[in-house]
């Protein structure tokens, strides 16, 4: 069931849940005046007898009284006014999306007080960001026959403003949410082919130019590097290069934004074959892939004025006697030569070549890759933080400020000469391992910074640890997240639309 997201003056006829913001120290919202007299005035001595409810962001508590008998009272806090931002909302519209389905709600609205501002965000954003929680909790599910909220309805004399401010948040919503439910996807469900049509389908007619590279015409191509990694696969791999041209046709065309990301459909480790337990998470090896064309998604649906081209390598690495070998030399799409020396660190070869073609064909003023590269990141900064290496300040700057605005916590990583220098081969351009097992994150950094050129501004995400999560979150339930569709949308529209 689709989720339908409303803003009317008042909650709409068949409203069964009313939810009435409370803020810190039980201080109830004037929310509450949509609410009968009587109604609020039981609400309020209510909320003075309250041991644990108080007020703070996120608590949720029934009211003991029934408006008129028809509806039924939720109360939710909202904090402090100084603390709550675009985030804390979203927070709080996940919590609301899980208790409103316990209860069983089919149609909920949130009441717009006239209280006093909150200091960092306008009462009416508040409510887009909680609409974007609630919608954002909800999973595209459609096997999911249980009783689900069909409208959550933000109802007050501003939702006009609220509408306004939803309007783009529900774009990525639905870029990201599509992201997760590729990364939920079973492995002998999406596969490269499987994957590719899926991207197709569902681009193409947003308006997205959609072409797809089968194997023979990656060999044609010399994709040597993605195609050594599927030897093993009797799925074939696939590259898909996606193109979002948004510029007014007037503009003049200037240089694409690139985005390339990981699409390994699962990752068995190949001859060097990962062990047995947790193996089943290697599903979400295509993360980054997940996340670039959730991107696009989010790019085509509100429209964005920027001209941007999304590349993702697809392929699984699988054992058997057709795969490729560690000690293998494999020939890519750049012409330099990679010593292989470990099958499991697979994702490096597929993105070198996206990064080259991408790089070489389009000409782009930024490339950014997403990938679920290395452990070695997770072992870091864990399901929380994505380790970001970048090679521009610039750049860098406009993915902090985006981070910093949608919550997808970014955290700047060390591209140095050295890790660089380490993955220079005896017997070939580069090698695929770095000499010891440290510093994984930083040595897979530096191999794929051999295939950077021209000086071009590049941040390689690794999203090993935030592009799936082992346990439900406020705003996402596990495992896939859908991670760096919202930062990246943010970025382009703060910092490259319109230029
Ligand atoms: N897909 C994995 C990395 C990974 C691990 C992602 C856990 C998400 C969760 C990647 O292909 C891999 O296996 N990397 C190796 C590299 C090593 C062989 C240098 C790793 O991290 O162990
Ligand atoms: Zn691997
Ligand atoms: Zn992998």
Known sequence: MTLNIKFAAKPTKDTDTVIIGVYADNNLSTASDALNVDTANLIESFLGKQESFKGKSGQIITAPVLDEGKTRILLVGLGDP??????AAETVGGKLYVALKSIGSKSAAFILGDD?????????????????????????DAEDESP??????????????????????????AGMLWARDLVNEPPNMLYPESFAKMIKDELKPLGVEVEIFDEKKLEKLGFKAQLAVGMGSARTPRTVVM???GKAASKKKSQPLAFVGKGVTFDTGGINIKPSGGMEDMKLDMGGAAAVVGLMKSLALRNAKADVVGIVGLVENMPSDRAYRPSDVIGSYSGKTIEVLNTDAEGRLVLADCLTYVQRKYDPALVVDLATLTGAMMIALGHEYCGTFVNDNDLWENMESASKSTGEKLWRMPLDAAFKKEMVSSIADVKSLGNGRYAGACTAAGFLEHFIEDNRPWAHMDIAGTAWVKSDSAICPKPGTGFGVRVLDKMIADHYEGK
């Open 243 to 245: 193109r979002w041209n």
């Open 148 to 173: 689900e909220l069909g409208t959550f309805t933000i109802a007050g004399k501003d939702n006009k403003k609220s509408a306004k401010t939803y309007e783009p948040l529900g774009h990525v919503a």
């Open 82 to 87: 100084d603390k709550i931002d675009g985030s």
């Open 116 to 140: 006093e501002e909150p200091e960092n965000i306008s009462t009416a954003d508040m409510g887009a960001h909680i609409a974007m929680g609630v919608r954002q909790y909800k999973t595209l």
